[in-house]
């Protein structure tokens, strides 16, 4: 009932830019905090960028200045606006959640949700 969707992935040359969106939908009664994570071939995950519900941010040292998360709390919605990309960006990246999901009337559960998973390449 609930899940992640995720959007923007795709191929992209050194130096250009992405924008990667992720939509929570189902019966949510809140979202705390959403991240972005990317996982490379041969590596493990990583955190990428995190946002709070109130718009604190934090990033890996390796994209400060590059990448800008943003979420929009009305929408459910957490973005990634990805410059500069090289080819270090090249990775699976994973939209995450954390949120209060409604399971029942008066039932609740405090679960991490994850999205699918997408793409993005960086190549000339």
């Known amino acids: 009932q609930v899940e992640l969707v995720e959007s923007g992935g795709g191929l992209v040359q050194p130096g250009g830019s992405l924008r990667l969106s992720c939509a929570a939908s189902?019966?949510?009664?809140?979202?705390?905090?959403m991240n972005w994570y990317r996982q490379a071939p041969g590596n493990q995950r990583e955190l990428v960028a995190g946002i709070t519900r109130a718009g604190s941010t934090n990033y890996v040292d390796s994209v400060k200045g590059r990448f800008a998360i943003s979420r929009d709390n009305a929408k459910n919605t957490v973005y990634l606006q990805m410059n500069s990309l090289g080819l270090g960006d090249t990775a699976v990246y994973y939209c995450n959640a954390e949120a209060t999901v409604r399971l029942g009337t008066g039932h609740y559960r405090h679960l991490e949700l994850w999205g699918q998973g997408t793409l993005v390449t960086v190549s000339s």
């Open positions: 189902g019966s949510i009664f809140s979202i705390n905090a």
